[in-house]
């Protein structure tokens, strides 16, 4: 619904909740709001999913990910 008034996006809070609207159909942008654990970033990455990243360790992570699976990570940086 939040789509079809003219959002840009949606927001979720797990990979789970992203993985669940791309299998409703949802094909618009879904941005993670929360740092996804290593063990799930090849499922985010599958889902075509934006996230954050809060540590430089999760950055590394996300570019290994990207690198074995030929995908590009949209990411958003928290930096302090």
Known sequence: AAL?????G??????TEATEL????????????SEPAP?????????D???VAY???R???FATAASSTGRR???HAHID
């Not at 079809?4 to 840009?8: F, I, T």
């Not at 949606?10 to 990979?15: D, E, I, M, N, P």
């Not at 063990?39 to 889902?47: G, V």
């Open 73 to 75: 990570i949209r990411l």
């Open 59 to 61: 950055l590394d992570d």
């Open 4 to 8: 079809a008034a003219g959002a840009c």
């Open 39 to 47: 063990s799930h970033i090849d499922q985010m990455l599958a889902a």
């Open 10 to 15: 949606l927001g979720v809070a797990t990979v």
């Open 49 to 51: 999913v934006e996230t």
């Open 22 to 33: 791309r299998r409703a159909g949802v094909d618009g942008r879904i941005l993670l709001l």
């Open 55 to 57: 540590s430089p360790a």
